[in-house]
């Protein structure tokens, strides 16, 4: 059966930190921030990279019906990292196996949202960009921790946001997903505006502080 995402630009894999932030450089102008994307998304996936030991990682997807948050469909793949830990450049640890889970879908998602940084990042092309270029479809990334870049700490109510300011840029948004909880980091990835990334993150944290998509999938790609 053919696979229901066809990817838009053939990724590739270098081998050395100056190779790898050179196709950064060369992808960064491809990704769109300009689109708002959906304002609602049916299928939602969410992306989530597990680590069994220091050379393997275990991509995973979980694809949900946004409306019920029940799972709609799911994929893992195991394999051996192909580049070095290097903060900057996880893409090229993690794109892999999730690329390869995604080829496994039989559904197709309208927005996909990772555990990671989209513009947000210091070369302005994380892996939610660098994922939503590959793919073309709606990407956002939702951080668990502040990577760059300055913020105030949002008020406590769920929904209140703060700026994610970089080299005096807005690079995304702190974001109160849970109230008196601390924020999730959301950024633009591809075709996907910062408002709309918000929107949705809120829309699909009903109960806790990271969206459902990616909490199902960091579960997913931990078990044995």
Known sequence: MAAVISLVHEPRWPATVAAAEAEQDRLRPLADL?????????????????YRDDEEVVGAVVVLDAATLEVVDQATVRQRARFPYVPGLFAFRELPPLLAALDKLT?????LMCDGYGVAHPRRFGLAC??????????VGVAKTAFVGTHEDPPPE????SEILLDGDVAGRALRTRGGVKPVFV???????LENACAHVLRLSPAYRVPEPIRQADRLSRLP
Do not use: I, N, Y
């Not at 300009?34 to 597990?50: E, I, N």
């Not at 559904?107 to 927005?111: A, F, K, R, Y």
């Not at 950024?187 to 505006?193: I, T």
């Open 34 to 50: 300009d689109d708002p994307g959906p304002a609602s998304a049916g299928l939602v996936a969410g992306l989530d990279v597990g």
């Open 107 to 111: 559904v197709l998602p309208e927005l």
């Open 130 to 139: 660098h994922l939503g270029v590959l793919t073309g479809l709606p990407t």
């Open 158 to 161: 769920r929904g209140s946001w």
């Open 187 to 193: 950024s633009q990835g591809h075709r996907a505006g």
